[in-house]
T-cell receptor, first 106, second 115 residues
Framework: DAKTTQPPSMDCAEGRAANLPCNHSTISGNEYVYWYRQIHSQGPQYIIHGLKNNETNEMASLIITEDRKSSTLILPHATLRDTAVYYCIVRSDMRFGAGTRLTVKP | GAGVSQTPSNKVTEKGKYVELRCDPISGHTALYWYRQSLGQGPEFLIYFQGTGAADDSGLPNDRFFAVRPEGSVSTLKIQRTERGDSAVYLC?????????????FGSGTRLTVV
């Protein structure tokens, strides 16, 4: 089984921030957290990753709690094209859970 | 090439037949991963290669599934005596190394349909 748990689905209004949570309570100190997303019929696409510090890139921000047992992916201004399944994984585990299906609504 | 290439993109085969699925990773990537994905589910880990050797094959569902990477680049996933339950999208990913500092780049997958 994957080391991560995520809510199965979320909705977000277009233009608003989408905050996607992930629990990884069994993560160990040197394991990275990675986020991917998958749009229908395509392979998963890399979004962002982090170890301890919060990270930001052109796609998203990643907030990791101080105890590293959970993280949140933030899409600051969601668009309709952000509708996808979002996966959080612990890199060394190589296993994906079912992810969160984010639906951005107009 | 610029990305991970998987061929064929679609494969229809009859139950009981043998199939081979090919993955061309990004040049220079030493780590290669195979996943399969059924409708509505996340990718299911099958096997991980570091160079030519299978570093973790714990995800292979049974002995009908086998994968090779003889020269440390291209990999082939082989399925014997296919069953209808093998129908899925088979995804390949590669990474510069197997360590956590590098993420995966996925191919577009091979959609296998066993009829």
């Amino acid at each position: 089984d994957a080391k991560t748990t995520q809510p199965p689905s979320m909705d977000c209004a277009e233009g608003r921030a989408a905050n996607l949570p992930c629990n990884h309570s069994t993560i160990s100190g040197n394991e990275y957290v990675y986020w991917y997303r998958q749009i229908h019929s395509q392979g998963p696409q890399y979004i962002i990753h982090g170890l301890k510090n919060n990270e930001t890139n052109e796609m998203a921000s990643l907030i990791i709690t101080e105890d590293r047992k959970s993280s949140t992916l933030i899409l600051p201004h969601a668009t309709l094209r952000d509708t996808a399944v979002y996966y959080c994984i612990v890199r060394s585990d190589m296993r994906f859970g079912a992810g969160t299906r984010l639906t951005v609504k107009p | 090439g610029a990305g991970v290439s998987q061929t064929p993109s679609n494969k229809v085969t009859e139950k009981g037949k043998y199939v081979e699925l090919r993955c061309d990773p990004i040049s220079g990537h030493t780590a290669l991963y195979w996943y399969r994905q059924s409708l509505g589910q996340g990718p299911e880990f099958l096997i991980y290669f570091q160079g030519t050797g299978a570093a973790d094959d714990s995800g292979l569902p049974n002995d009908r599934f086998f994968a090779v990477r003889p020269e440390g680049s291209v990999s082939t996933l082989k399925i014997q005596r296919t069953e209808r339950g093998d129908s899925a999208v088979y995804l390949c990913a590669s990474s510069p190394t197997g360590t956590g500092i590098h993420g995966y780049t996925f191919g577009s997958g091979t959609r296998l349909t066993v009829v």
